[in-house]
DNA sequence: ATAATGTGTGGAAACCTTTACACATTTTAC
DNA sequence: GTAAAATGTGTAAAGGTTTCCACACATTAT
């Protein structure tokens, strides 16, 4: 048993019936007489059969598997994104090839290119936002797509999976407002993503509803990475006139602000107030728990994918190309990282 | 541009040319010239040509895709490990199908029988330890294995990749040991994977090292989930006679165990001195900082990719069956989780 | 009794590549 | 100058499935 692959013909030899009876058999589908049945199945068992899935997806068509292309799999918001659609694919059949692009868009191309060589029959994706002629390029081939937390910065038709950013973004920094601080800063992602787009409308609108004029010195959008976290965190510090609040846009970035307040003996909340997004295991297993915008982060995931199987299944029979777009809401949950400010 | 799918044979004739003289044009392999070269490049271009994956495999049989073997994406050790592979895979051309077991047998079977079915390169996997039949089918499948983080119960011809974990229980221990603790509870996973087994193995040679009697009742082995952990965490605490100190032998379950402690109003190291396996970034960010034992873990992942990679290359040229095994060094990180014991 | 249907099976085509082989032409070697 | 080797191209087979079509037979309806 070294070299040689037990094809289905030696199935049907073995079980004295001809290929396509034998396919019959084991596929179920067409019919198949009980007794013929049983001898097929016995003949694949004994000879340790194992159906050739590249041969399978060559004549139907369909792999079965679909990517998933995140950016990072250490991020934790990521890790369970990921473990929600691998969960609901296990569910639903299907298996998953994993790509992380590190937000990289010539990264992104490239998983792109092979995922259409490789057939996938769908992807979930949290997109860099570029390339957007891939996109389309994939969708035209009949990959579904699912874009999931992100949007693409232009129009695309495709399904979308998303949670409120802007009203996350508005909460936390409404709560701020309230508590009486004036100077807060952000730490956010580049605006080239819908989320750190949209987290900065949501602090804006809030300073807006406040009627607090906005000092743009407070603003700091360069990346959702741990090293920009932390130059960014230095600047706001630095400033002659330091925020007395941060409002962190997610939880790499957050874990950065983290080390460098521990670095200059800078305490929470005494002397700085902080709400972070994405509310990760960690975040309230520090002191003091954080203030933090809880995404329904699994739950994103399990959607994204059971919305990609829908669209698999009507593209396969009717041509309705109706795409849908769900948002979750994201929820404020109040710890100890904030004070209120009295001056 | 629908439903119609480009094949190397639209290619070839709108190039003027023969299919195999286009395949050969475009594969690089065998004679071409250059002018023809150039025709069909263009024709590939022009018609949106993407060779088909499936086809490709099942001429080729190979897939130039691997399935990697997790127990649960969400826990970070795991994620790390996963970069790892998957940024080596990447590297090395190949793709990755991602499986997450969840410690369940069960799930491992379906797993691995749908990895033989997809015709993987080889696998990557933490194994739950069971399934040796399945496994060993797999290899005469063909399949090429790597064994990572743990090893199976019982012999299987195959390479490993592992960090010491007896040692690194021992340095845990023996520190702790040193400072005069002498009721040490130890919070690990079943001893059914050599993880496990290996660490309480560590556990007792310490304690044999410094003569100390074993007292049973500070042993848990139940498993990593963190459920287990709040049990086995309460049962150490409760008991008559509790341990001063806690080795906890994974992260997953120091976690659980911070909480239990945090739940009872227990200080770190005041009340009870606690080291834990695997230094993932939670564990520098809590206060106090815990002191931990580290695993490479990145290296892990990028070491097994690189073997596994090796392999498949030493297999399709030579039948030359020398299976390797890396050890790789874990690190006791002092911080300040731990304080002497001085009665 | 005959026509219509239902059931079980086999032959062969199709899915899309790559490549062994055959052939023709050109280059190199002596 | 010719024999041998190198280069470029085409034809056809193979890789392992599934399924359309045709056929045979059994059952049911008319």
Redesign the interface.
Same mark, same amino acid.
């Given at each position: *048993?070294?070299?040689t %692959?037990v094809t289905i013909k030696d199935v049907a030899n073995h079980a004295g019936v001809s290929q396509a009876t034998a396919s019959r058999a084991l596929s179920g589908g067409g019919y198949a007489s009980h007794e013929t049945k049983r001898r097929v199945e016995e003949a694949a068992k004994e000879l340790?059969y194992?159906?050739?899935?590249?041969?399978r997806? $060559?004549k139907l068509?369909r %792999?079965d %598997?679909i990517g998933?292309m995140i950016t990072?799999? =250490?991020n934790?918001f990521y890790?369970?994104l990921?473990?929600g659609v691998?969960?609901k694919a296990n569910d639903l059949g299907f298996?998953?090839?994993?790509?992380?692009t590190d937000e990289e868009p010539e990264m992104e191309r490239e998983y792109l290119e092979?995922l *259409?060589?490789?057939?996938v029959d769908g992807i979930v994706a949290v997109s860099t936002g570029q390339n957007l002629d891939l996109w389309q390029?994939a969708i035209?081939?009949?990959t579904e797509v699912v874009l999931v937390d992100r949007e693409m910065e232009e129009k695309l038709d495709v399904n979308v999976v998303l949670v409120d950013n802007v009203k996350g973004a508005y909460d936390a920094v409404s709560y701020l407002l309230k508590l009486g601080h004036r100077r807060i800063g952000i730490i956010n992602g580049p605006l080239t993503t819908t989320t750190g787009f949209d987290r900065l409308q949501g602090y804006k609108q809030a300073f807006a509803q406040y009627g607090v004029p906005l000092d743009e010195a407070l603003i700091e959008n360069v990346s959702f990475k741990g090293e920009s976290g932390t130059d960014m965190a230095d600047r706001l510090l630095d400033l002659p006139d330091p925020p007395t609040a941060i409002f962190v846009a997610n939880n790499v970035l957050g874990?950065a602000m983290?080390?460098v307040l521990r670095e200059r003996g800078l305490r929470v909340p005494d002397d700085i107030s902080l709400v972070v997004f994405d509310d990760v295991?960690?975040v309230s $297993? =520090?002191?003091p728990a954080l203030t933090a915008v809880s995404q329904p982060t699994r739950e994103l995931g399990i959607a994204s994918m059971e919305l990609l199987a829908q669209s698999l299944e009507a593209h396969t029979s009717v041509e309705n190309s109706l795409y849908r777009k769900i948002i979750y809401k994201p929820n404020l949950i109040l710890r100890d990282s904030c004070r209120p400010l009295t001056e």
């Amino acid at each position: *048993m070294k070299k040689t %692959t037990v094809t289905i013909k030696d199935v049907a030899n073995h079980a004295g019936v001809s290929q396509a009876t034998a396919s019959r058999a084991l596929s179920g589908g067409g019919y198949a007489s009980h007794e013929t049945k049983r001898r097929v199945e016995e003949a694949a068992k004994e000879l340790g059969y194992k159906p050739s899935g590249p041969a399978r997806s $060559l004549k139907l068509q369909r %792999t079965d %598997t679909i990517g998933l292309m995140i950016t990072d799999v =250490v991020n934790p918001f990521y890790a369970y994104l990921a473990s929600g659609v691998l969960e609901k694919a296990n569910d639903l059949g299907f298996h998953v090839i994993l790509c992380a692009t590190d937000e990289e868009p010539e990264m992104e191309r490239e998983y792109l290119e092979v995922l *259409m060589e490789k057939r996938v029959d769908g992807i979930v994706a949290v997109s860099t936002g570029q390339n957007l002629d891939l996109w389309q390029e994939a969708i035209d081939l009949g990959t579904e797509v699912v874009l999931v937390d992100r949007e693409m910065e232009e129009k695309l038709d495709v399904n979308v999976v998303l949670v409120d950013n802007v009203k996350g973004a508005y909460d936390a920094v409404s709560y701020l407002l309230k508590l009486g601080h004036r100077r807060i800063g952000i730490i956010n992602g580049p605006l080239t993503t819908t989320t750190g787009f949209d987290r900065l409308q949501g602090y804006k609108q809030a300073f807006a509803q406040y009627g607090v004029p906005l000092d743009e010195a407070l603003i700091e959008n360069v990346s959702f990475k741990g090293e920009s976290g932390t130059d960014m965190a230095d600047r706001l510090l630095d400033l002659p006139d330091p925020p007395t609040a941060i409002f962190v846009a997610n939880n790499v970035l957050g874990e950065a602000m983290l080390f460098v307040l521990r670095e200059r003996g800078l305490r929470v909340p005494d002397d700085i107030s902080l709400v972070v997004f994405d509310d990760v295991p960690w975040v309230s $297993l =520090v002191s003091p728990a954080l203030t933090a915008v809880s995404q329904p982060t699994r739950e994103l995931g399990i959607a994204s994918m059971e919305l990609l199987a829908q669209s698999l299944e009507a593209h396969t029979s009717v041509e309705n190309s109706l795409y849908r777009k769900i948002i979750y809401k994201p929820n404020l949950i109040l710890r100890d990282s904030c004070r209120p400010l009295t001056e």
